[in-house]
Nanobody, 128 residues
Framework: EVQLVESGGGLVQAGGSLRLSCAAS????????IAWFRQAPGKEREGVSC????????YYADSVKGRFTISSDNAKNTVWLQMNSLKPEDTAVYYC?????????????????????WGQGTQVTVSS
Protein backbone atom coordinates (compact mmCIF):
# COMPACT_ATOMS: atom_id res chain seq x y z
CA GLU A 1 0.00 0.00 0.00
CA VAL A 2 1.37 3.38 -1.03
CA GLN A 3 1.61 5.80 1.86
CA LEU A 4 2.78 9.40 1.93
CA VAL A 5 2.98 11.14 5.28
CA GLU A 6 3.72 14.85 5.47
CA SER A 7 5.01 16.66 8.52
CA GLY A 8 6.70 19.90 9.45
CA GLY A 9 3.96 22.42 8.90
CA GLY A 10 3.14 25.13 11.40
CA LEU A 11 2.81 28.82 12.08
CA VAL A 12 5.71 31.10 11.19
CA GLN A 13 6.22 34.81 10.76
CA ALA A 14 6.89 36.33 7.38
CA GLY A 15 10.54 35.97 6.48
CA GLY A 16 10.85 32.78 8.49
CA SER A 17 11.56 29.21 7.43
CA LEU A 18 9.95 25.81 7.64
CA ARG A 19 11.04 22.39 6.48
CA LEU A 20 8.38 19.98 5.32
CA SER A 21 9.02 16.28 5.03
CA CYS A 22 7.24 13.56 3.07
CA ALA A 23 7.88 10.02 4.25
CA ALA A 24 7.04 7.47 1.56
CA SER A 25 6.39 3.74 1.80
CA UNK A 26 4.84 0.93 -0.15
CA UNK A 27 6.48 1.55 -3.52
CA UNK A 28 9.83 1.60 -5.28
CA UNK A 29 10.92 5.10 -4.24
CA UNK A 30 13.63 5.48 -6.85
CA UNK A 31 11.23 4.97 -9.74
CA UNK A 32 8.93 7.84 -8.83
CA UNK A 33 8.45 11.56 -9.10
CA ILE A 34 7.61 13.16 -5.77
CA ALA A 35 5.89 16.53 -5.80
CA TRP A 36 4.66 19.18 -3.42
CA PHE A 37 1.38 20.93 -4.10
CA ARG A 38 -0.44 23.50 -2.03
CA GLN A 39 -3.99 24.69 -1.74
CA ALA A 40 -5.10 27.90 -0.09
CA PRO A 41 -8.74 28.47 0.95
CA GLY A 42 -10.90 29.23 -2.06
CA LYS A 43 -8.08 28.57 -4.51
CA GLU A 44 -7.15 25.72 -6.78
CA ARG A 45 -4.40 23.30 -5.87
CA GLU A 46 -1.13 24.46 -7.40
CA GLY A 47 2.18 22.77 -8.01
CA VAL A 48 5.07 24.04 -5.91
CA SER A 49 7.97 21.75 -6.69
CA CYS A 50 8.84 18.21 -7.70
CA UNK A 51 11.83 15.93 -7.92
CA UNK A 52 12.70 12.93 -10.04
CA UNK A 53 14.16 10.56 -7.50
CA UNK A 54 16.24 8.56 -9.98
CA UNK A 55 18.27 11.51 -11.27
CA UNK A 56 17.52 14.31 -8.82
CA UNK A 57 16.05 16.58 -11.47
CA UNK A 58 13.85 19.28 -10.02
CA TYR A 59 11.16 21.77 -10.89
CA TYR A 60 10.01 24.88 -9.05
CA ALA A 61 7.04 27.11 -9.61
CA ASP A 62 8.03 30.70 -10.36
CA SER A 63 6.37 31.85 -7.15
CA VAL A 64 8.81 29.85 -4.99
CA LYS A 65 11.94 29.78 -7.12
CA GLY A 66 14.95 30.94 -5.13
CA ARG A 67 13.14 30.52 -1.80
CA PHE A 68 12.19 26.83 -1.69
CA THR A 69 14.49 23.83 -2.14
CA ILE A 70 13.37 20.26 -2.71
CA SER A 71 15.63 17.34 -1.85
CA SER A 72 15.44 13.62 -1.26
CA ASP A 73 17.11 10.92 0.79
CA ASN A 74 16.71 7.63 -1.03
CA ALA A 75 17.93 5.62 1.95
CA LYS A 76 15.14 7.09 4.08
CA ASN A 77 12.49 7.22 1.33
CA THR A 78 11.92 10.83 2.28
CA VAL A 79 11.56 14.09 0.38
CA TRP A 80 11.99 17.47 2.04
CA LEU A 81 10.84 20.92 1.07
CA GLN A 82 12.96 23.63 2.67
CA MET A 83 10.98 26.86 2.62
CA ASN A 84 12.83 30.09 3.31
CA SER A 85 11.79 33.74 3.18
CA LEU A 86 8.20 32.72 3.67
CA LYS A 87 5.46 35.14 2.70
CA PRO A 88 1.83 35.35 3.85
CA GLU A 89 0.79 34.23 0.37
CA ASP A 90 2.58 30.93 1.01
CA THR A 91 -0.14 30.09 3.53
CA ALA A 92 -1.85 26.88 2.42
CA VAL A 93 -2.24 23.20 3.06
CA TYR A 94 0.80 21.52 1.53
CA TYR A 95 0.40 18.08 0.02
CA CYS A 96 2.96 15.50 -1.01
CA UNK A 97 2.16 13.49 -4.13
CA UNK A 98 3.80 10.59 -5.98
CA UNK A 99 3.63 9.15 -9.46
CA UNK A 100 5.74 6.55 -11.27
CA UNK A 101 8.21 8.12 -13.63
CA UNK A 102 7.32 6.12 -16.72
CA UNK A 103 9.26 8.32 -19.17
CA UNK A 104 12.53 9.48 -17.54
CA UNK A 105 13.50 11.51 -20.61
CA UNK A 106 10.36 13.65 -20.47
CA UNK A 107 9.81 16.72 -18.27
CA UNK A 108 8.68 16.17 -14.71
CA UNK A 109 4.96 16.08 -14.05
CA UNK A 110 3.67 19.41 -12.80
CA UNK A 111 -0.12 19.10 -12.68
CA UNK A 112 -2.16 17.64 -9.84
CA UNK A 113 -4.26 15.38 -12.06
CA UNK A 114 -1.07 13.62 -13.19
CA UNK A 115 -0.43 12.26 -9.68
CA UNK A 116 -2.10 9.13 -8.36
CA UNK A 117 -0.95 9.06 -4.75
CA TRP A 118 -1.42 11.78 -2.16
CA GLY A 119 -0.67 12.46 1.46
CA GLN A 120 -3.09 13.96 3.94
CA GLY A 121 -1.54 17.42 3.89
CA THR A 122 0.10 19.68 6.42
CA GLN A 123 -0.94 23.24 7.21
CA VAL A 124 1.51 26.08 6.70
CA THR A 125 0.48 29.49 8.01
CA VAL A 126 2.64 32.56 7.50
CA SER A 127 1.69 35.61 9.53
CA SER A 128 2.49 39.13 8.42
Amino acid sequence: EVQLVESGGGLVQAGGSLRLSCAASGFSFGDYIIAWFRQAPGKEREGVSCIGISDGSTYYADSVKGRFTISSDNAKNTVWLQMNSLKPEDTAVYYCAAEPRVFPDRPLLKLSYEYSYWGQGTQVTVSS
